[in-house]
Nanobody, 120 residues
Framework: VQLQASGGGLVQAGKSLRLSCTASGTIFNIEDMGWSRQAPGNQRESVAH???????NYADSVKGRFTISRDNARNTTYLQMNALKPEDTAVYYC???????????????WGKGTQVTVSS
């Protein structure tokens, strides 16, 4: 299973970006998906998480500004980021909890990350 993230870039504060992350490979079912981020000198932190039923959780720092969604037919999750702030600057990583076969075994997979830079 591979996860490919895209959509990062350089934007001014107050603007928006949408990240995408698509899972490919041998996939029977994708359970949870989500996004984490890591800024230079900081630990990786969870940003948003979406369950298989579509319910979502967010870090307090992004609530009201970021929205996570998923397209199960495309094995894809999206992170819509509005009202971006310089402190949102980080490498954003997507992840997915994947059941590869009909066996009841699931594993976490991570994408390589996409850089988001917000200028003031």
């Amino acid at each position: 299973v591979q996860l490919q993230a895209s959509g990062g870039g350089l934007v001014q504060a107050g603007k928006s970006l949408r990240l995408s992350c698509t899972a490919s490979g041998t996939i029977f079912n994708i359970e949870d998906m989500g996004w984490s981020r890591q800024a230079p000198g900081n630990q990786r932190e969870s940003v948003a998480h979406i369950n298989s039923d579509g319910s979502a959780n967010y870090a307090d720092s992004v609530k009201g500004r970021f929205t996570i969604s998923r397209d199960n037919a495309r094995n894809t999750t999206y992170l819509q980021m509005n009202a971006l702030k310089p402190e949102d600057t980080a490498v954003y990583y997507c992840y997915a909890h994947v059941q590869a076969t009909q066996l009841p075994v699931s594993m976490d997979y991570w994408g390589k990350g996409t850089q988001v830079t917000v200028s003031s």
